[in-house]
Every structure is written in C-alpha cells, then in structure tokens.
C-alpha cells in the first residue's frame, strides 16, 4: 500500500463561546478518520485552531468589560478539557489571533490584490451614531417592507420569507444602541470573485470526481451559475474600525481583513506553528505533491469552503493549494427536534463528561449514525441506551468475559489455536470461508472501505454482524460446560482461544471509534498496540492473556436524564457565595465517613470467595444469584451487579465477602452475605478481587 501524507482540519469554532455538540460531533467524524489513516500506517496531520476574530467577539468583550485578547485566551483555555474528555487526537490547536495568521493572510490578500483580483469601491452601509460602527444585518432590526412584522433582521424576514437590504427596513433600529441607523459611505475592498478566471477554475474544481458530495457540488453550481439577482457576487473582504481583526496590509488608512478571509487561513496558521515545533519546513511541506489537504465542515458554511476558499488560495499561488476535499455533514438534533437549552433539548458536552458518561458512548453513537451523506442526524436516548449497551457491552465486551475466565483460571491464560481439522463454526452461518476466523479477517476489506468513504454506520452495521457471529458461536460451544469436566480441558482451549481472537479482530475494527477500550483491550490481550495490517495474523500458541478485567459498563437510564435535565441554576450566573456553598457541598458528599475503631473493624468476618456459579434471577434486573466457595462451606448472596456483569464471567472469579451479615430475606431467597464492589461518581461498580494466590476461606484482615 502507498503510504498518503494528509494535512487535515475541522471548521474552526468560534471564539466567543464554549464548544458544543455540533463541535464534538464533527470533530469525532473527522477524529475516527484519521485514527483510522494512521492505523492504515498513513502520514496524518490534523490540525485545529480558534476562529478568534470578528464584530461578535469586539462587541461580547465590551460587554464582560474586558479586553477581546483575554476573552478569546479565556476560551481558549477550556478546549482541552472537550478535546482530551472526547479523545480527540488533534496533533495542534492554534488560534487566527497570532502572528502566523497575520503574516499568511497579510500574504495571501497582497497576492490577490497583485493578480489582479482585489479592488476598491465606494459603499453606503447602515452606521449606529451611538456606537460609532458600521452594522452588520444581524445588529439591525425593523420592519419588514413586504409583510410588516415588527422585529426582523436586516437580511430576510422570518415571518414571511422574503429577502431584502437592511436599508429597506421599515423604522429600523440598531439592537447594540437601540439608535436608528444612518447610512454612511465607506471605500471597501473587493476579491473580484465574479472574475471569469475565477469562475472557470471554479467549475473546473467543483466538478473533479471524488473531491465533494453529489449533494455540495450541486448547491455550490447553483451559486456558480446563477444569473441576474442570483449571479454570483464579488466579495467584500473589509471591515472598517472598531473592528478586532488583521489589519489591511500597505495602506495608510485603517482597514481590517473581514473574519471569513482570515478564518480559514487559520488552518495554514496552525499547520505553520505546527511545522515549526516540529521543525518541519513549513513551504516544502505544503508544496509536496503528495500532499492531501482535507476540510471536514458542516453544511453551513459551504458557500465559504466551495467557493472563495479554493479561489482564493488557487490565484494567492504556490506553495498554497487547493483543497483536496471538503467533506460535509449535517447537523444533530434531539429526539426529532432541534437543539434548545430552553426546551430541554440541548446535549451539553460539558456536562456530559461532568457526569462521568463514557465519551466512547457518544463516539460509537455518533459514528454509528454517520454515513458519507449530507444528512442530518437524531440523537435519541432510548436508542442511545439501547445501541450502546446491546453492541458494545452486550455484543462485543461480552466475547471477551465469556471465554478469558475460562483461560486464566485452567490454562493461566495461555491459547492455542485448534488444528485445521476443527469446527471453526463457519458452516453455523452459511459462510464463504470454512472458518470463522478466516471469515472474519476477510472483513477487513470491506470494512477498511466504509471507513475511507465515511460510510461510518455502514462499517458498525457490519463490525456488529460478525459480533453476532462471535456470540453465537460461543453459545453453540458452550465454554462452561465443557468447563465442568477435565476430559474436554483440550476443546475448552480452543473454543476459547477462537473467541479471543475474533475479539482481537472486532478490536481491530473497533479502535478508530473507541481508541481508549482498544487500548484496555490491549493491556488485556497483552499485546502492543494494534493496526490495521494486524487482521491478517492470528494470537496463537503459547500467548498468554491477561487476567480480564471489565472494560466497559453498561448506560444507565438516570443518566440520561441527569444529561438532560436543565440545572437548577447555571454556575456560570452563580453568585460567589452561591458558588461557595456549592463547593463545600461537594466536599461533604466526598468526605469520608466519621472513624471507627480497630475493635469495630474486627467485627467484620471478611473472606475470600469462590464464585462456583453465577445466574440471572427471573424478574430482576440488577441481581445476579452467586452460588461462593468460602473454603468448604457454601453461600449463596444475591448481587445487584447483573448491569455490569455476565454471568458466565464471574464462574471461577475470586471476590471479598462480608461472611457474618445477618442473612437477609428477599423476593428471590435468601441473601447470606455480602460481596465488595467500588463505585464512584461516575458509572459503573467494580468488584473487589483478592490478589493471586488467596483462597477460598482466607480471612482478610
């Protein structure tokens, strides 16, 4: 395979607001992308930076009283937390307010002017007396000239549809001052976007196979070619002061950059900074042919990334380039409706992870309803319970829970793969090869392709069909019965060593979506890292597997409605002593009880169980009935683990059991005992278990 060099970005979010599921949700499309180029063993550099210029941010730092440098370094400091929270593997982060951005867009707009493609023009703008600035359309309301509802912007009514200049407005009025406009001339400067060299580059680009969706180039083409009203217009890239921005180079008037020319050379900024810390030569870099520059955006912001961006750096000239592709999605609503806060139909990422939700939860959700399209996609608790606890924790985890007990405990972990002459299971599904393992490595492929394309649901559709497979084949073998007699020691073996390494191969396939599982995954296989060239070979004699530990918990209905539940009061309008309090709070909960003294710990009889078998309860949902070796006498206790835990992978586990609890009568029998688990703020209860060696019987002291 030729290796590719890729230089990849993200639209830039705006600098004046904290990320928000739009965000995350594209940066996890083009974060599985590139997890899964570098398991290819391509050459990825995917770059990030802050959108930090603009009225909108000049004007939200007036109003806070503070600089705009410091809010947009305020912002700027909460991103790692979102970007590391979801696992985004950005290789740098930067910001359009530094000197790079300066310097390249300073460079590009001269080349412009000197191609010929930049010229000045008088206009008449609308200007607020009281705030001394010339008014965007969304800082002008008024009337609307066809239908007359009061309180529309400057651009197009919501009532009635229909467009027009703000200077058709009807009693207009300024929404920064409340003043009525007036309007003033300005000399502005102009890229002769409607330049036929322009437009016939342009149609060429839009229309080179592979480089855009069916859906984008068409939409871009309507621009293109539009006639009279709707022929496409020269652009207006300057802004008069007060204005945070880079300023107009080699003029002696004061003139800034308008945001939407010096944003997306901020992905060239940050790749800038990038080569420098990394001592890379930054010209070379982008002037290497093999050089792939991909844009992932949302549908938004097409006319920019279609249009003015690839003309704009295909005249600026070498070592610029065009982009290779601009990949778009849709948008993300909830439960059918768009996002609102107000509503209770806003997903706070924020305090997703606040909640100590599993951020591999949203990545497979996500992933799993993400395809090539320009759709938009439905997040929906129900379904998002249900997705991830049926394939991840129900499907996929639990190949692994059912067969490494089995393996640690009569073969200390060892596998060894069965001779050719053995049933890998494959005539159970009617499928091509004679083996499952062959059959499952033959996969790769196919699903290596819905990856490429960013066919994302379509890989997980097929990644789940071979879970199924796995599962079915484990249920067929029936590991914990050949388990119960030593003469079937040697079948055991290989119907378990089988089912750990098709759940390699569904890691394998997994990893660009759950990059941190994989990795626990790994610690457990004990093998290093996995790529994707790794399908092809098997784990066989003689590997040794680690003692399993659970590697994902279950969702859990509260906590969705904790994630969607409107807090009582935000912190942010939290009063210092409201705040306080709030704290201290917190530090109750997290304080330990009051102390108690050695006598009092000796009442308690701890010992070290057998879990000798592990059943469902009919009719409970989270117990679990545990028959528990205590060294000669048998218990049984009732667990409320059952979420967490398969049954099949607790048989031959050792756990810590309060042995003289009072028996306790329930609904199902009678509980005689207590087994120890951990649990936390976050999800998930984790059993205690004895180190190496203890047995049945020890008392724990």
Known sequence: MTSRRLFVTTALPYANGSFHIG?????????????????????????????????????????????????????????????????????????????????????IYRRLKANGLVYRKTIEQLYDPVKGLFLADRYIKGECPNCGAKDQYG????????????????????????????????????????????????????????????????????????????????????????????????????????????????????LKDYCRKKKLDFEKFLSDPKLEQIHFIGKDIIYFHTLFWPAMLEFAGKPYKVPDNVYVHGFIGISGEKMSKSRGTGLDPLRYLE???????????????????????????????????????????????????????KFDGRLELPPATFDFGARLFGLRKDSLLAEFQDRAAAIAEGYESREFGRAIRDIMTLADYANQFVDNRKPWELAKDEKNDQQLLHVCSVGINLFRLLTIYLKPILPDLAAEAEKFLGIPALQWSDAKSLLGSDH??????????????????????????????????????????????HAMTEQISIEDFNKLDLRIAKIVEAEHVDGADKLLKLTLDLGGETRTVFAGIKQVYAAESLKGRHAVVVANLAPRKMRFGVSEGMVLAASGDGPGIFLISPDAGAQPGMRVK
């Open 23 to 107: 965000h995350i949700m594209e940066y996890i499309q083009a974060d599985i992308w590139v997890r899964f180029q570098r398991m290819q063993g391509h050459e990825v550099h995917f770059i990030g930076a802050d959108d930090a210029h603009g009225a909108p941010i000049m004007l939200k730092a007036e109003a806070e009283g503070v600089a705009p440098e410091q809010l947009v370094a305020r912002i700027a400091a909460e991103r790692p937390r979102y970007l590391k929270g979801f696992h985004i593997s950005f290789d740098n982060w930067h910001s359009t307010h530094s000197p790079e951005n300066t310097e390249l867009s300073q460079d």
């Open 155 to 270: 651009d197009a009514c919501e009532n009635c549809s229909s467009v027009y200049s703000a200077a058709d407005l009807k009693n207009p009025y300024s929404t920064l001052s409340g003043a009525t406009p007036v309007l003033k001339s300005s000399e502005h400067h102009f890229f002769r976007l409607s330049d036929p060299k322009c437009k016939a580059f342009l149609k060429q680009w839009l229309e080179t196979p592979g480089r855009l969706q069916t859906q984008v180039v068409n939409k871009a083409k309507e621009w293109l070619e539009g006639e009279g009203d709707k022929a496409l217009a020269d652009w207006d890239i300057s802004r008069d002061p007060p204005y945070f921005g880079i300023r107009i180079p080699d003029i002696a008037e004061e003139k800034y950059l308008y945001v939407w020319l010096d944003a997306p050379i901020g992905y060239l900024a940050s």
């Open 355 to 409: 909640l100590g939700m599993n951020p591999e939860w949203l990545r497979y959700y996500i992933a799993a309803k993400l395809n090539a399209n320009v759709e938009d996609l439905d997040f929906n608790p129900d379904d998002f319970i249900a997705r991830v606890n049926s394939d991840l924790v129900g499907k996929y985890i639990n190949i692994a829970s059912r067969c490494a007990s089995f393996l640690t405990r």
């Open 544 to 589: 040794r597997i680690r003692p399993y530990r659970h590697l994902m918990t279950r969702v859990e209905e509260k906590q969705l409605d904790a994630l969607f539940e409107p807090p009582a009061e935000p912190q942010a309008t939290r009063s210092p002593q409201t705040h306080a309090e709030h704290q201290q709070h917190s530090a109750k909960e």
